[in-house]
């Protein structure tokens, strides 16, 4: 097999090229092929220096990640990096696209970095639970100094080429030809007879430092990063590069890296990253199916909801109508949207003129027939059977032919919708998640006669307007609101059984959500959960199913919005109630719940392997494509935390006969209704087998 690497000559330069596609990772082939490739530098007489550059869309956009799972395989990266940067012949990288990773690291390892105008360099390690392992935590603050280095990492956002020029780290912007431009600063070099200087000769910046640095580090990024394991890791490495000398800093990056790779918090958010680019992957629906052009869309209903779907059209430069039914709904509407885009305008993080074009974007009417020009129809009124289908019949009538028509349902049958209409295969359900404007999942609910092409076009969609899309078919609830009621239901029967609110909240905040589900039921609205339970037509039958959120409602105590539901509100701090707690006590008694001690873990069983297991259910019914898309569902609408890598990742990681196992406990103690393991989860925990392999 020919190497991914090769090695040629213009002149007296070098040219070290890596061609593994699609981007270049440091696959072992690529790693051996480097190694082998500025060894031929070295005893290559004709040679006086080197380019390193990438073929095809990006320079090096870092390891392999597939490899991580695998024992490390010789050559390992840092050995070769250290054999480049040892070159005593100068080599420069030549960067365009995305030099990122161990990519950026095998760039610091060169001498030299020129880069195009519109490449992007970057350690984005920390989102896959990882240091950059291969000295780069070494080298970046020698090149762009401490704070900026570790800004760097610990975001993991890329600088562009221009920010990375000014900080250092690149040596030369190239406009035009790369490699000629590259070829060029190396032979000025040569020509200028100075030695090569290595990145690891630099000495750190120390001398703006105060001397609680790290500690004041440490306290500013303590929210952002709470329960991440890889952030704390990449502070001490840096600390290692100002007290230690390089070789023995690199050796303290080597250890702590290792415990990255090997945490599960690292295989948790490694398997994010592959199943976020598998959700778009539909195999019923071919790669090259046309795709709708979408120029103008039209919102239906102006609430909260619709007025932050239209925000996502207009902030990609998409025009967007937004319908109501009265001048005074439309003006309310359209003074929410102002008011959503003021806010950051005030604190600086959109321009007015940002602000004025986005606003002009969004025409208000009241005219159904103005939306006979929409590409796109999006429903957002009361989550009403009997409304929506009014909706879609006048929808119906007034859209052009190939307008996709779609519902933003969270629960309700989208075939139903559909059958209201001529044209069931232009119907879609696309489920956006409250704040519409902020939240990045989109759950597209593919109806029973919904075409490619509708499917398609929306997948598109949802990329354009920069939400991670997951395609999902119908049942109560698609995927995540289904598996969010049994989390919610085992909240509720725990406060029944004499938990206090706050205390399983508290047990879920700590295994990382960013909210427990009873501030989340708060949040939502009791009254908004309790009407879904109404609407829900195989409810389980159990007197005591979400029987709180009942009473609460029943008093008119609908959570944050009322100052008052599972929690007492104080503004929008949640207050324990002593009457919740005692009114759940009498219904215990009313309902013959026993009161009874609940361990922590036993909390955490109880809310995550209920939803697990509806998970399978959802598997096994064929609702969801794969066990992953559930996972990009929960950490994108959810608030689960990356580094549990979504319900399904954490059964695995786990272990699926444990789930099992706990689930039988249950069962034993109430019953088969909800703790008989779905048909899947029993099969995959029996072979020993993992929802994702
Ligand atoms: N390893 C293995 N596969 C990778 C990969 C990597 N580092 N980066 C991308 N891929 C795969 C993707 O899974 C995808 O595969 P698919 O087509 O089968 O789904 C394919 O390459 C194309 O990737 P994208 O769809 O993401 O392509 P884009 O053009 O949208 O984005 C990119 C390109 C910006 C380079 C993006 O792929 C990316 O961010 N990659 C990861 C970069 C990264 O995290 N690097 C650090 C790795 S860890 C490391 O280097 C450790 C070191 O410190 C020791």
Wanted: proline share 5%; charged share 25%.
């Amino acid at each position: 097999m020919s190497s991914p690497v090769s090695y040629s000559r213009e002149g007296r330069i070098a040219i070290i090229t890596v061609d593994n596609p699609p981007v270049n990772a440091l696959a072992l082939p690529v790693r051996a092929g480097l190694a082998s490739a500025f060894a031929q530098l070295a005893s290559d007489a004709d040679a006086a220096g080197a380019v390193l550059i990438c073929a095809g869309r990006t320079f090096i956009a870092g390891a392999d990640i597939t490899e991580f799972d695998k024992p490390i395989e010789e050559p390992w990266l840092p050995k070769v990096l250290a054999q480049i940067e040892n070159s005593n012949k100068v080599v420069v990288a030549a960067i365009h696209g995305t030099a990122l990773g161990g990519g950026l690291e095998t760039a610091m390892s060169c001498h030299y970095r020129v880069a195009a105008t519109t490449a992007q360099v970057g350690l984005p390690e920390v989102s896959l639970g990882l240091l950059p392992g291969a000295t780069g935590t070494q080298r970046l603050p020698r090149l762009i100094g401490v704070q900026a280095a570790l800004d760097a990492m610990i975001s993991g956002r890329p600088l562009s080429a221009k920010v990375a020029h000014q900080k250092g780290l690149v040596d030369e912007l190239v406009e035009g030809d790369l490699k000629a431009g590259a070829v060029a600063f190396a032979e000025r070099f040569i020509a200028s007879g100075q030695t090569p200087r290595k990145v690891r000769d630099i000495a750190v910046d120390t001398s703006s430092l105060p001397a609680d640095f790290f500690a004041t580090y440490r306290k500013n990024i303590a929210r952002e990063t709470r329960g991440f394991y890889a952030p704390e890791q990449i502070i001490q490495c840096v600390e290692a590069a100002v007290s230690l000398p390089f070789d023995e800093a690199v050796a303290v990056e080597n250890r702590l890296f290792m415990g990255c790779m090997t945490s599960s918090h690292s295989r948790a958010q490694r398997h994010l990253f592959f199943a976020e680019r598998e959700v778009a992957k539909i195999p019923d629906v071919p790669k090259d199916t046309a795709l709708r052009p979408i120029k103008q869309v039209a919102v239906v209903g102006g609430g909260t909801m619709g007025g932050g779907i239209a925000m996502n059209f207009a902030n990609v430069g998409i025009p967007v109508l937004l319908k109501e039914i009265s001048q005074e709904a439309l003006d309310r509407g359209m003074s929410i949207i102002r008011a959503n885009y003021e806010g950051p305008v005030k604190k600086g993080k959109l321009s007015q003129e940002a602000m004025d074009k986005c606003m002009s974007l969004i025409t208000p009417t009241l005219d159904y027939k103005d939306l006979a020009s929409a590409d796109l129809v999006i429903e957002a009124v009361f989550e009403t059977m009997a409304i929506k289908k009014v909706v879609f019949g006048e929808l119906d009538a007034v859209c052009k032919p190939g307008a996709i028509l779609a519902s933003n349902t969270s629960t309700l049958n989208v075939d139903e919708i559909a059958a209201c209409t001529k044209r069931p295969e232009d119907v879609i359900g696309l489920h956006f998640f409250a704040p519409a404007n902020v939240m990045s999942l989109l759950e597209i609910v593919r109806g029973g006669k919904t075409s490619h092409e509708v499917i398609a076009t929306s997948m598109a969609m949802a990329k354009t307007i920069r939400k991670m899309g997951v395609l999902v078919r119908v049942c109560f609830g698609f995927v995540g609101n289904r598996m969010f009621f049994p989390y919610v239901r085992e909240a509720q029967r725990m406060i029944l059984e004499g938990v206090p609110a706050e205390r399983i909240d508290r047990v879920a905040f700590e295994w990382g959500m960013a909210m427990g589900p009873n501030g989340v039921s708060d949040l939502s609205g009791l009254d908004v959960l309790d009407k879904v339970n109404k609407e829900w037509k195989e409810k389980p039958a159990d007197p005591a199913y979400c029987r709180m959120i009942e009473v609460l409602v029943g008093m008119g105590r609908y959570g944050q919005k009322t100052g008052a539901g599972i929690y007492k509100y104080e503004g929008r701090n949640a207050v324990p109630d002593a009457e919740v707690a005692a009114l759940a006590k009498a219904e215990a008694t009313r309902l013959n719940v026993p009161q009874i001690e609940v361990s922590d873990e036993e909390i955490i069983e109880r809310l995550l392997y209920s939803m697990i297991n509806e998970g399978a259910l959802i598997l096994d019914e064929g609702i969801a494509t794969r066990a992953s898309d559930i996972d990009v569902v929960f950490c994108h609408g959810y608030g689960m935390p990356r580094y549990r890598g979504g319900p399904m990742k954490y059964g695995d990681e786990v272990g699926l006969a444990t789930v099992v196992a706990a689930m039988e406990k249950y069962r034993k103690r109430y019953g088969d209704l909800y703790w008989t393991p779905a048909p899947l989860l029993a099969k995959l925990a029996a072979a020993g087998q993992k929802f994702t392999p």
